[in-house]
Protein backbone atom coordinates (compact mmCIF):
# COMPACT_ATOMS: atom_id res chain seq x y z
CA UNK A 1 0.00 0.00 0.00
CA UNK A 2 1.42 3.54 -0.75
CA UNK A 3 1.44 5.59 1.97
CA UNK A 4 1.82 9.36 0.28
CA UNK A 5 -0.77 9.04 -2.00
CA UNK A 6 -1.56 13.42 -2.59
CA UNK A 7 0.89 14.21 -0.12
CA UNK A 8 3.78 17.48 -1.02
CA UNK A 9 7.03 16.97 0.38
CA UNK A 10 9.50 19.57 0.38
CA UNK A 11 13.27 17.82 -0.16
CA UNK A 12 16.80 20.07 0.40
CA UNK A 13 19.61 18.50 -1.11
CA UNK A 14 17.81 16.59 -3.46
CA UNK A 15 19.97 16.74 -6.08
CA UNK A 16 22.42 13.95 -5.25
CA UNK A 17 22.95 11.89 -1.86
CA UNK A 18 20.53 10.82 0.41
CA UNK A 19 18.31 13.77 -0.76
CA UNK A 20 17.80 12.27 -4.32
CA UNK A 21 16.59 8.75 -2.67
CA UNK A 22 14.42 10.23 -0.49
CA UNK A 23 13.14 12.08 -3.47
CA UNK A 24 12.66 8.72 -5.38
CA UNK A 25 11.70 6.67 -2.28
CA UNK A 26 8.78 9.28 -1.76
CA UNK A 27 7.85 9.85 -5.41
CA UNK A 28 7.77 6.05 -5.66
CA UNK A 29 4.63 6.22 -3.19
CA UNK A 30 2.51 8.44 -5.03
CA UNK A 31 3.79 11.54 -3.00
CA UNK A 32 3.85 14.90 -4.89
CA UNK A 33 7.86 16.31 -4.86
CA UNK A 34 9.70 19.63 -4.35
CA UNK A 35 13.45 19.12 -5.54
CA UNK A 36 15.21 21.97 -3.89
CA UNK A 37 19.15 22.64 -4.51
CA UNK A 38 21.44 25.00 -5.70
CA UNK A 39 22.08 22.69 -8.91
CA UNK A 40 19.58 23.35 -10.93
CA UNK A 41 20.31 20.92 -13.69
CA UNK A 42 20.71 17.90 -11.73
CA UNK A 43 17.45 18.74 -10.14
CA UNK A 44 15.93 19.22 -13.40
CA UNK A 45 16.77 15.92 -15.00
CA UNK A 46 15.67 14.19 -11.47
CA UNK A 47 12.54 16.02 -11.66
CA UNK A 48 12.24 14.76 -15.72
CA UNK A 49 12.84 11.36 -14.50
CA UNK A 50 10.43 11.28 -11.64
CA UNK A 51 7.63 12.91 -13.71
CA UNK A 52 5.08 10.80 -14.69
CA UNK A 53 1.53 12.36 -16.97
CA UNK A 54 0.78 13.66 -14.12
CA UNK A 55 4.33 15.92 -13.65
CA UNK A 56 4.42 14.73 -9.45
CA UNK A 57 8.07 16.34 -9.64
CA UNK A 58 8.98 19.74 -9.78
CA UNK A 59 12.78 21.42 -9.60
CA UNK A 60 13.02 24.32 -7.48
CA UNK A 61 16.69 26.01 -7.54
CA UNK A 62 17.05 27.11 -4.04
CA UNK A 63 20.12 28.29 -1.90
CA UNK A 64 19.15 27.13 1.81
CA UNK A 65 21.38 29.98 3.22
CA UNK A 66 19.67 32.38 1.19
CA UNK A 67 15.89 33.66 3.63
CA UNK A 68 14.91 35.15 -0.43
CA UNK A 69 15.86 31.88 -2.49
CA UNK A 70 13.81 29.77 0.22
CA UNK A 71 10.92 32.37 0.03
CA UNK A 72 10.82 32.17 -3.42
CA UNK A 73 10.73 28.43 -3.31
CA UNK A 74 8.40 27.77 -1.38
CA UNK A 75 6.04 30.55 -2.77
CA UNK A 76 6.36 28.26 -6.00
CA UNK A 77 5.46 25.40 -4.21
CA UNK A 78 2.40 27.12 -2.80
CA UNK A 79 1.25 28.16 -6.53
CA UNK A 80 1.66 24.56 -7.88
CA UNK A 81 -0.16 22.75 -5.14
CA UNK A 82 -1.10 25.03 -2.33
CA UNK A 83 -0.23 22.86 0.43
CA UNK A 84 2.85 21.21 2.25
CA UNK A 85 2.69 17.87 4.57
CA UNK A 86 6.12 17.22 5.11
CA UNK A 87 9.69 19.06 4.64
CA UNK A 88 13.12 16.85 5.13
CA UNK A 89 15.64 19.17 5.78
CA UNK A 90 18.58 17.54 4.02
CA UNK A 91 20.70 19.68 2.34
CA UNK A 92 24.22 19.95 3.99
CA UNK A 93 28.14 21.14 3.57
CA UNK A 94 31.10 19.26 4.94
CA UNK A 95 34.97 20.17 5.67
CA UNK A 96 37.72 20.95 7.68
CA UNK A 97 37.99 23.98 10.18
CA UNK A 98 40.64 23.75 12.38
CA UNK A 99 40.55 26.29 15.18
CA UNK A 100 43.52 27.41 14.11
CA UNK A 101 42.55 28.07 10.82
CA UNK A 102 43.08 31.92 9.17
CA UNK A 103 39.93 31.90 7.44
CA UNK A 104 36.67 31.35 8.95
CA UNK A 105 34.87 31.49 5.83
CA UNK A 106 33.97 27.68 5.64
CA UNK A 107 32.56 27.73 9.49
CA UNK A 108 30.25 30.76 8.42
CA UNK A 109 29.26 28.40 5.50
CA UNK A 110 28.76 24.97 7.28
CA UNK A 111 26.96 26.55 10.00
CA UNK A 112 24.39 28.71 8.45
CA UNK A 113 24.11 25.59 5.08
CA UNK A 114 23.44 23.06 7.78
CA UNK A 115 21.96 24.88 10.79
CA UNK A 116 20.32 27.95 9.77
CA UNK A 117 19.37 27.17 6.30
CA UNK A 118 17.23 24.23 7.95
CA UNK A 119 15.75 27.13 10.22
CA UNK A 120 14.92 29.06 7.54
CA UNK A 121 13.30 26.38 5.45
CA UNK A 122 11.34 25.24 8.32
CA UNK A 123 9.81 28.70 9.16
CA UNK A 124 8.72 29.54 5.31
CA UNK A 125 7.17 25.84 5.09
CA UNK A 126 5.34 26.50 8.16
CA UNK A 127 3.04 28.91 6.44
CA UNK A 128 1.68 25.88 4.49
CA UNK A 129 1.37 23.15 7.16
CA UNK A 130 -1.82 24.17 8.08
CA UNK A 131 -3.61 20.75 7.62
CA UNK A 132 -3.38 19.70 11.05
CA UNK A 133 -1.52 16.76 9.71
CA UNK A 134 2.85 17.34 9.12
CA UNK A 135 6.18 15.92 9.42
CA UNK A 136 9.42 17.53 9.91
CA UNK A 137 12.55 15.06 9.47
CA UNK A 138 16.08 16.66 10.07
CA UNK A 139 19.02 15.53 8.67
CA UNK A 140 21.74 15.79 11.03
CA UNK A 141 25.06 12.37 11.99
CA UNK A 142 26.29 11.01 13.97
CA UNK A 143 28.96 14.19 14.28
CA UNK A 144 25.92 15.32 16.01
CA UNK A 145 26.29 13.22 19.20
CA UNK A 146 30.32 13.45 19.67
CA UNK A 147 33.19 15.74 18.64
CA UNK A 148 35.76 14.49 16.26
CA UNK A 149 38.79 17.38 15.72
CA UNK A 150 39.33 19.27 13.11
CA UNK A 151 35.80 19.38 12.28
CA UNK A 152 34.28 21.34 15.23
CA UNK A 153 31.93 23.58 11.99
CA UNK A 154 30.50 20.18 10.83
CA UNK A 155 29.74 18.72 14.22
CA UNK A 156 28.52 21.68 15.77
CA UNK A 157 26.21 22.14 13.01
CA UNK A 158 24.86 18.64 13.65
CA UNK A 159 24.56 18.90 17.27
CA UNK A 160 22.07 21.98 16.98
CA UNK A 161 20.24 20.28 14.68
CA UNK A 162 19.68 17.40 17.35
CA UNK A 163 18.75 20.35 19.63
CA UNK A 164 16.71 22.23 16.87
CA UNK A 165 14.51 19.01 17.01
CA UNK A 166 13.94 18.37 20.04
CA UNK A 167 12.80 22.52 20.78
CA UNK A 168 10.79 22.72 17.89
CA UNK A 169 8.82 19.50 18.20
CA UNK A 170 7.84 20.53 21.45
CA UNK A 171 6.61 23.88 19.75
CA UNK A 172 4.60 22.14 17.10
CA UNK A 173 3.00 19.72 18.81
CA UNK A 174 -0.08 21.21 19.28
CA UNK A 175 -0.12 21.60 14.96
CA UNK A 176 -0.03 17.97 14.66
CA UNK A 177 2.98 18.36 13.09
CA UNK A 178 5.85 15.55 14.58
CA UNK A 179 9.53 16.29 14.05
CA UNK A 180 12.48 14.46 14.26
CA UNK A 181 16.20 13.60 13.36
CA UNK A 182 18.07 11.13 11.57
CA UNK A 183 22.03 10.53 12.47
CA UNK A 184 23.45 8.61 10.05
CA UNK A 185 27.36 7.64 9.82
CA UNK A 186 29.27 7.11 7.01
CA UNK A 187 26.64 6.93 3.80
CA UNK A 188 28.09 6.01 0.22
CA UNK A 189 27.59 9.08 -1.02
CA UNK A 190 29.81 12.49 -2.67
CA UNK A 191 30.41 14.13 0.43
CA UNK A 192 31.45 10.79 2.13
CA UNK A 193 33.96 10.24 -0.44
CA UNK A 194 35.11 13.73 -0.37
CA UNK A 195 35.15 13.43 3.50
CA UNK A 196 37.37 10.30 2.46
CA UNK A 197 40.18 11.99 0.69
CA UNK A 198 40.64 15.19 3.13
CA UNK A 199 40.95 13.24 6.12
CA UNK A 200 43.19 10.38 4.46
CA UNK A 201 45.79 13.51 3.13
CA UNK A 202 45.64 15.12 6.41
CA UNK A 203 46.69 11.63 8.51
CA UNK A 204 48.98 10.48 5.66
CA UNK A 205 47.33 7.93 4.42
CA UNK A 206 45.94 6.59 1.27
CA UNK A 207 42.02 6.94 0.82
CA UNK A 208 41.62 3.34 0.12
CA UNK A 209 43.48 2.65 3.78
CA UNK A 210 41.10 5.30 5.49
CA UNK A 211 37.78 4.20 3.81
CA UNK A 212 38.80 0.03 5.35
CA UNK A 213 39.70 1.92 8.39
CA UNK A 214 36.59 3.40 8.82
CA UNK A 215 34.79 0.75 7.68
CA UNK A 216 36.55 -1.45 10.62
CA UNK A 217 35.12 1.42 12.97
CA UNK A 218 31.46 0.58 12.06
CA UNK A 219 29.77 -2.83 13.94
CA UNK A 220 27.76 -3.28 10.55
CA UNK A 221 31.57 -3.71 8.87
CA UNK A 222 30.07 -1.09 5.69
CA UNK A 223 28.92 1.82 4.67
CA UNK A 224 25.25 2.25 4.40
CA UNK A 225 23.28 3.40 0.74
CA UNK A 226 21.48 6.31 0.77
CA UNK A 227 18.18 4.55 0.16
CA UNK A 228 18.42 3.04 3.79
CA UNK A 229 18.46 5.98 5.13
CA UNK A 230 14.98 6.78 2.79
CA UNK A 231 13.26 4.34 4.12
CA UNK A 232 13.78 5.85 7.39
CA UNK A 233 12.60 8.73 6.60
CA UNK A 234 9.62 7.31 4.77
CA UNK A 235 8.92 5.79 7.88
CA UNK A 236 9.08 8.68 10.24
CA UNK A 237 7.04 10.50 7.85
CA UNK A 238 4.14 7.73 7.84
CA UNK A 239 0.91 7.65 10.01
CA UNK A 240 3.13 4.41 11.64
CA UNK A 241 5.36 6.87 13.80
CA UNK A 242 2.50 9.37 14.77
CA UNK A 243 3.45 8.80 18.42
CA UNK A 244 7.46 9.57 17.72
CA UNK A 245 8.25 13.19 17.67
CA UNK A 246 11.66 15.22 19.40
CA UNK A 247 13.56 12.05 18.78
CA UNK A 248 16.87 11.81 17.08
CA UNK A 249 17.76 8.51 15.57
CA UNK A 250 20.78 6.62 14.49
CA UNK A 251 22.02 4.25 11.98
CA UNK A 252 25.45 2.85 12.59
CA UNK A 253 25.79 4.73 15.65
CA UNK A 254 28.89 4.08 17.08
CA UNK A 255 28.98 4.80 20.80
CA UNK A 256 32.71 4.42 21.85
CA UNK A 257 34.32 6.25 18.80
CA UNK A 258 37.39 6.07 20.19
CA UNK A 259 39.65 5.44 17.48
CA UNK A 260 37.61 8.06 15.03
CA UNK A 261 38.54 10.44 17.75
CA UNK A 262 41.99 10.09 17.94
CA UNK A 263 42.25 9.51 14.39
CA UNK A 264 40.24 12.64 13.60
CA UNK A 265 38.44 10.68 10.91
CA UNK A 266 34.64 11.89 10.39
CA UNK A 267 31.77 10.01 9.37
CA UNK A 268 29.91 12.52 6.77
CA UNK A 269 26.32 11.84 6.06
CA UNK A 270 24.89 13.44 3.10
Not at 77 to 94: I, T
Request: hydrophobic share 40%; glycine share 8%; with cysteine.
Amino acid sequence: MKRFIGKVVLITGASRGIGRAVAKAFAEEDAWVALCSRDHAALTDLAEELNQSDGRAIALKCDVTDKTQVTEAVTKLSERWGKLEVVVNNAGVSGRTPIDEDSDDRWHEILNTNLTGSYLVTKAALDLMNSGWGRIINISSVLGRFGVPGYAAYCTSKHGIIGFTRALALELVSRGITVNAISPGWVSTEMADKGIRETAEVIGISPDEFREQAIAAVPIRRFIEPEEVAKLVLYLASNEAAAITGQTLSLIHISEPTRLVHSSRMPSSA
